[in-house]
């Protein structure tokens, strides 16, 4: 079937350090994807989003990468903070009956920021 | 604006009792959705509802029921709790059901079924 997954369940960094967490998609028909930061004990939150008709968008401190040739999406770092620590997630959104765009969600990725 | 908000934030539940897991966002988002977190897993979508009186079937619907009388609530009910229910969920809105709309999340409700 067809699925959303992560490379790396656990990344850890130092302080300062660009990080790079990656995405592997295989619907082909997903044109597009969300990154969420969930932090300990909270619910997710939006980072930045990317279009499939983009190969690339930039966000204050965060880039996402698309690559629809491999069917791969990076969400990168810049400078990580401690307070970057937390799971990240990938998702693709999907159209249903009626119009209506639900998201499927990768496993996750833990990255943990050293001082 | 409280945003999403969710109670209770923890639950025991013996195998068999009932329970509702209340949902409440003050946004006026038509589009709301519950899903399930498992350890080592995504987020899995159970119900989803794009309006008032709408609802409809996510990845894992078993064991569950949801309503959607107002615009505000959007309560899931466990009718007979199994160990396999066991996870946090999440209830989550957005202003529409379109994609490009931002998806918010409530804090979460960690159950335990025993």
């Known amino acids: 079937g067809e699925s959303v997954g992560l490379h790396l369940p656990t990344l850890s960094v130092q302080e300062g350090d660009n990080s790079i967490i990656n995405c592997a998609y295989s619907?082909?028909?997903?044109?597009?994807f969300i990154w969420y930061k969930q932090e300990s004990g909270k619910g997710p939150q939006f980072i930045i989003d990317i279009r499939s008709n983009m190969d690339k968008r930039q966000g204050q401190r965060v880039t996402v990468l698309l690559n629809k040739t491999v069917k791969h999406l990076s969400l990168q770092i810049a400078a990580t903070q401690p307070g970057d620590s937390a799971v990240y997630f990938c998702a693709e959104t999907r159209s249903v009956t009626g119009g209506s765009y639900i998201p499927t969600f990768g496993r996750g990725t833990s990255l943990i920021v050293h001082p | 604006n409280a945003g999403v908000t969710q109670t209770p934030k923890f639950q025991v539940l013996k195998t068999g009792q009932s329970m509702t897991l209340q949902c409440a966002q003050d946004?006026?988002?038509?589009?709301m959705s519950w899903y399930r977190q498992d350890p080592g897993m995504g987020l899995r979508l159970i119900h989803y509802?794009?309006?008032?009186?709408?609802?409809d079937q996510g990845e894992v619907p078993n064991g569950y029921n949801v309503s959607r009388s107002t615009t505000e609530d959007f309560p899931l009910r466990l009718l007979s709790a199994a160990p396999s229910q066991t996870s946090v969920y999440f209830c989550?809105?957005?202003?529409?059901?379109?994609?490009?709309?931002?998806?918010?999340f409530g804090p979460g409700t960690r159950l335990t079924v025993l």
């Open positions: 946004m006026n988002h038509e589009y």
């Open positions: 619907n082909s028909a997903s044109d597009y």
């Open positions: 509802s794009v309006g008032a009186g709408i609802t």
């Open positions: 989550a809105s957005r202003r529409t059901s379109g994609r490009k709309d931002e998806q918010f």
